[in-house]
């Protein structure tokens, strides 16, 4: 990964503070520029609750098999649907004190409507959405 100078990071500040909040079973979803995402990565890597863990998407999905700590996923929205049915599958089962961070560079509610993204799997990804597009967050 890419190493930045911390006055370099551009990112929303309620990111960093969900981020560093004690809540680590409070997924959320980012929207971001594809340039964005090592300035993202290091943010959560920094604030997010250890271990952090990096899956890069589109790929083989890796899914720890202890549920805590931070998981990163980049890509979200190149997820195949077997992936997106194992990791809807993975995150109803024995929650542990696990946050997931998904990243994505498109916005994933066509996605849905068209049925190429799970429904159920983006209402557990994306309790807290931040648009860091627009630099608006939603909620």
Known sequence: MQQLARN???????????????????????????????????QVTMFGVPPVRLSRLPGCLQLPPDKRGTLLLNDVAALALEDQIALYDWLGTDAGDLRVVSVTTSS??????????????????????????????AR
């Open 8 to 42: 370099e990071v551009d990112t929303h500040p309620l990111l960093i503070l969900w981020l560093a909040s004690q809540r680590p079973r409070q997924h959320f979803l980012l929207r971001c520029e594809q340039d964005r995402f090592d300035a993202v990565a290091e």
């Open 108 to 137: 994933l509610a066509p996605l849905v409507a068209r049925g190429a993204f799970l429904e159920g799997l983006f209402h557990r990804l994306g309790a807290v959405q931040f648009d860091l597009t627009s630099q608006e967050c």
